[in-house]
């Protein structure tokens, strides 16, 4: 079953799973690895040798997310996901990290996979997430079949309109999270002498059908600077922060931050 979805990277024929790997008939095969992930990314894609998140980004994530400080993020896209509903839809995370958002879409019916080029990722996301399917991979030419999702999500990542709409079903919805004006804006500001607020404005896409667009602001209390610093760490300001500022943050006691998402939600029709 899950083997019909996945193409080949290198020639786009449709690859067929047998004895742990999966191969197209122009004889190309790529090995399940033992944690359940199959990596179709081949050399030639990666720019780099450890492309995506590094260890610590991700290991920062999957601390921070687990103690639930954007869980009301996961159920506001559940309710969309209700309300929007699509039947019998397979669904595709592209950029899924380590996959805590793409285990929240499974249920006992459906198919669910996670695409991500960070390699460390998607083994831990295939370690503790096995209903899941996962694979190593680009957004720009992504492992998949045409029109096969009735569901993308693209949650803080790279946004590819053209390989997003071609992997979609007609009807098929594509479900961006982006920062919204004062995502972490307080975090910023203590690294940035004048923290610049999300330009919310632009919208990545330009032939989907926008059917929806929400705002989802609350505050986040850390009273625990290891929470903090693993927020810092999995953003892109983590670089501008100096030994002092970390210092300063380990030592808060408490410290309140607002995160401020933009949902946005297109169709394809
Ligand atoms: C900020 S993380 C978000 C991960 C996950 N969606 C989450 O919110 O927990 C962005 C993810 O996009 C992935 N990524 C970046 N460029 C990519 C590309 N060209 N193809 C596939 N994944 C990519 C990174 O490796 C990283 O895991
Ligand atoms: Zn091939």
Known sequence: MISKSYQCPLCQQ?????????RCTNNHSFDQAKEGYVNLLPVQHKHSKDPGD????????????????????VKAITELQI?????????L??????????HQHKNDLNQVYGVDIA????????????ACSFSVGTLSNLPFDNEIFGWVFSIYAPILE?????V????????????????????????????????????????????????????????????????????????KTSPELLEELANKESF??????????????
């Not at 309300?83 to 669904?91: D, L, P, Q, W």
């Not at 390699?119 to 096995?130: C, Q, S, T």
């Not at 979609?168 to 479900?175: P, S």
Request: hydrophobic letters at 40%.
């Open 256 to 269: 309140t931050c607002q995160a401020d998402f933009l949902i946005r939600l297109y169709q394809k029709i």
């Open 162 to 166: 053209e390989e997003f709409t071609r």
């Open 14 to 22: 449709v690859l067929v799973f047998n004895e742990q790997s999966y």
């Open 168 to 239: 979609l079903k007609t009807q098929g919805y594509l479900l961006t999270v982006t920062p919204a004006e004062n995502h972490l804006i307080e975090l910023k500001s203590l690294i940035y002498r004048q923290a610049n607020k999300h330009d919310v404005n632009k919208s990545p896409i330009s032939n989907l059908t926008m059917v929806h667009e929400q705002q989802l602001n609350y505050q986040m209390n850390f009273n625990n600077s290891d929470d903090l610093i693993n927020l810092l760490s999995m953003t892109p300001f983590a670089f």
């Open 119 to 130: 390699k460390n990722a998607v083994k831990i996301a295939a370690k503790r997430y096995k």
């Open 54 to 73: 590094n260890k610590a980004m991700v290991n920062a994530r999957r601390a921070f997310l687990d103690l639930g400080f954007y869980q009301p993020l």
């Open 93 to 102: 995370d592209a950029g899924c990290g380590e996959g805590y958002y793409t």
């Open 83 to 91: 309300k929007f509903s699509v039947e019998n839809a397979v669904i």
